[in-house]
């Protein structure tokens, strides 16, 4: 079925016909030349360059598969630290998705995968990434030459592993490190119209995805995805305060495989109650 859209889709770049569908001329330009570039519009493009019909599947596969554990592994864990740890939080994170909205709980709802506009909700993303950590060694890599790394020869054909988890709980960078702090990556700006805004600080950064030119190809993706989770359940729902026993959360002490590449958190409960708002169709 994705097959006969993609086919069709191509088809109708090619003549034209989809510019004609649309209202908003120069953004669906855009949007085709875009297309354009992409490998099932020149997978249907008669060029030798073209990949193949394995070549693609893997590549959707990668696509599918290379974010299926990491995503929800570091969704449960955010979900941890907010209910069990930092309801406050998940308040102040409703507070200012809403108002980021003027308090429409619905485009909230609705709109708040396109657009990203709750900095303190970017920030918990970013907290929950750096402190969790779920690949904590990031992914063997050999060298391909002989590397010379502060004169010491490393041959090549020598597997390395990257210590993400060093980086990220370094307390030069991370003062407290092993504390769920969001506000660690808010900082103030002053706008276009001289107006002082609190925004996500792009100049710091964490190693959960790696780094360098082999680091995680989904990483917009997977931050995006993380958003888009946390705002749709922190919508919906609100959280209750744990009774009894609370695991700990120390990921490394919360890990179910310490054998493993990943950190897999153990199952743990957490209570959530259906916003009243919610029930009468509010939000979607
Ligand atoms: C929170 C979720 C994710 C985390 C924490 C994560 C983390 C990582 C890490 C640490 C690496 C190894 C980087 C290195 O060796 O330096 C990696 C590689 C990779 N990731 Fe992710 N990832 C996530 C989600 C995704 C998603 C959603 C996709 C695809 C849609 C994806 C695609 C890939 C691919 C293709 C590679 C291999 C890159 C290469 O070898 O050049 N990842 N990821």
Request: some cysteine; aromatic content about 10%; proline content about 6%.
């Amino acid at each position: 079925m994705f097959y006969e859209y993609a086919k069709k889709l191509h088809e109708d770049i090619k003549s034209g016909e989809l510019l004609t569908r649309h209202d908003d001329y120069e953004k669906t330009i855009n949007k085709i030349e875009d297309m354009k570039k992409s490998l099932m519009y020149n997978y249907f493009e008669d060029t030798n360059t073209r990949l193949t019909t394995g070549e693609i599947t893997s590549e959707c596969l990668t696509m599918v598969s290379a974010g299926l554990d990491n995503t929800p592994l570091n969704f449960k864990y955010g979900i941890h630290q907010l209910v069990n740890y930092h309801p406050e939080m998940w308040h102040t994170a409703y507070s200012e998705l809403v108002e980021a909205y003027d308090g429409d709980v619905k485009r909230a709802y609705n709109e708040c995968g396109s657009d990203m506009r709750c900095e303190y909700i970017k920030a918990i993303v970013q907290e929950t990434l750096r402190l969790f950590t779920a690949l904590p060694m990031a992914l063997p890599r050999e060298t391909t030459s002989n590397v010379i790394y502060q004169n010491v020869v490393i041959p090549k054909g020598t597997t390395l592993f990257m210590n993400c988890w060093a980086g990220n709980h370094d307390e030069r960078k991370f003062p407290d490190p092993m504390t769920f702090r969001p506000e660690r990556w808010l900082t103030t700006v002053v706008t276009e119209s001289f107006q002082e805004k609190t925004v996500v600080d792009t100049t710091m950064r964490h190693f959960a995805f790696g780094i360098g030119c082999r680091m995680c190809l989904g990483n917009n993706f997977a931050i995006r995805e993380l958003y888009v989770l946390f705002c749709k359940l922190i919508l919906k729902f609100e959280p209750v305060p744990a009774t009894g026993l609370v695991p700990t959360d120390n990921p490394l002490a919360l890990n179910s495989y310490p054998e493993s590449l990943a950190i897999e958190p153990v199952p743990f409960n957490i209570v959530l109650r259906l916003r009243e708002h919610a029930g009468n169709g509010t939000p979607a």
